[in-house]
């Protein structure tokens, strides 16, 4: 697909794919755009990007998103690494809406002179209060509906911001987005994480991420109950976290089988974490 953009403009170009089947769920997507200028362009680091999607069986369209995701439940990153946020909205009421306001709270750890809106569906205008709320104003918007004009009722701001310098190992970064429509109650999307570390630390998770291949769930995806063979019989301890890092449950296992039951879970990705000795290893689990 190509499209001709001229100096200072910018378009949007709206790209329908079929998604994979739940057999692919957990897996990534990736996604990669590029421009081809007609004339000599001094700036060719911005003539392109790339976003890693994770297939899911079903999803709130009002919805926050943090590139690079980072690695494992934490969302590790090296010190000093850009992030880029992108605010999903789409109008799932009954009628148009004429004004849309998305309100960002900017994590203290962030340098906000760094601060750089890349993109927009829309027409908008944003304001940073002095509590560090970024707010993005879509006046006039008239966004349909989704069962009038499914296509039409998307909208999405995106962002890029740098952290501050000089921030400890493990420093968090958490970023949650509300969303109104007219006068309506927010919606609030769910918190994106980041956690900087340094290098070795980062080696350090890679590692861990590579022994998801040791651990068994079956079945998985799983409307309930799972067992794990976590492959020895070793006094281990057993997490499940949310994607935001959070822990819902925690056991002690001495065995290799494990029955997990998350019968009471909301439909979404989770993570099994098991600890053993110094080892951490993840799996992700899909409940239906």
Request: with cysteine; charged share 20%.
């Given at each position: 697909?190509?499209e001709?953009?001229?100096?200072?403009?910018q378009v949007s170009i709206?790209?329908?794919l079929?998604?994979?089947?739940?057999?692919?769920?957990?897996?990534?997507?990736e996604?990669?755009?590029?421009?081809?200028?007609d004339v000599?362009?001094?700036?060719?680091g911005?003539?392109?990007?790339?976003?890693n999607?994770?297939v899911?069986a079903?999803y709130?369209p009002?919805m926050?998103?943090?590139?690079?995701?980072?690695?494992?439940?934490?969302?590790?990153?090296q010190?000093g690494?850009?992030?880029?946020?992108?605010?999903?909205?789409?109008n799932t009421?009954?009628?148009?809406?004429?004004?849309v306001?998305?309100k960002?709270?900017?994590?203290t750890?962030?340098?906000?002179?760094t601060?750089?809106v890349l993109a927009?569906?829309?027409?908008?205008n944003?304001?940073?209060s002095d509590?560090?709320?970024m707010?993005f104003?879509?006046p006039d918007?008239?966004l349909?509906d989704?069962?009038?004009?499914?296509?039409n009722?998307h909208?999405?701001?995106?962002?890029?911001?740098s952290p501050?310098?000089?921030?400890?190992?493990?420093t968090?970064?958490?970023?949650?987005?509300?969303?109104?429509f007219?006068l309506n109650?927010p919606i609030?999307?769910?918190?994106?994480?980041?956690t900087?570390?340094?290098?070795?630390?980062l080696?350090?998770?890679?590692?861990?991420v590579?022994r998801l291949?040791?651990l068994?769930?079956?079945?998985n995806?799983t409307?309930?109950k799972?067992?794990l063979?976590?492959?020895?019989?070793?006094?281990k301890e057993?997490s499940?976290c949310n994607?935001n890092?959070?822990?819902?449950?925690?056991?002690?296992c001495?065995?290799?089988?494990?029955?997990?039951?998350?019968s009471?879970?909301?439909?979404g990705?989770y993570?099994v974490?098991v600890?053993e000795?110094?080892?951490?290893?993840?799996?992700?689990?899909?409940?239906?």
């Amino acid at each position: 697909m190509t499209e001709t953009v001229g100096a200072t403009n910018q378009v949007s170009i709206r790209c329908d794919l079929a998604v994979p089947g739940v057999e692919y769920i957990g897996t990534i997507l990736e996604s990669n755009a590029y421009i081809q200028p007609d004339v000599e362009d001094i700036l060719i680091g911005n003539n392109y990007d790339t976003i890693n999607q994770v297939v899911t069986a079903a999803y709130d369209p009002n919805m926050k998103l943090v590139e690079p995701a980072g690695r494992g439940s934490e969302g590790y990153l090296q010190h000093g690494e850009r992030l880029t946020y992108t605010i999903h909205f789409q109008n799932t009421g009954n009628d148009t809406a004429s004004l849309v306001v998305l309100k960002d709270t900017i994590d203290t750890n962030l340098n906000l002179e760094t601060f750089e809106v890349l993109a927009y569906s829309h027409e908008m205008n944003w304001e940073l209060s002095d509590n560090s709320i970024m707010t993005f104003i879509f006046p006039d918007i008239n966004l349909p509906d989704s069962t009038t004009d499914e296509a039409n009722s998307h909208g999405f701001v995106k962002y890029s911001i740098s952290p501050k310098e000089g921030l400890p190992d493990y420093t968090s970064v958490r970023n949650t987005a509300h969303i109104y429509f007219d006068l309506n109650p927010p919606i609030t999307t769910e918190t994106v994480l980041t956690t900087y570390v340094s290098e070795g630390i980062l080696t350090q998770s890679q590692t861990w991420v590579n022994r998801l291949s040791e651990l068994e769930l079956f079945p998985n995806p799983t409307f309930g109950k799972t067992t794990l063979n976590t492959g020895s019989y070793s006094e281990k301890e057993i997490s499940i976290c949310n994607l935001n890092g959070e822990i819902i449950d925690k056991f002690n296992c001495n065995s290799q089988y494990f029955l997990i039951d998350i019968s009471n879970y909301s439909q979404g990705i989770y993570l099994v974490c098991v600890k053993e000795q110094d080892e951490v290893s993840f799996i992700k689990l899909v409940k239906y």
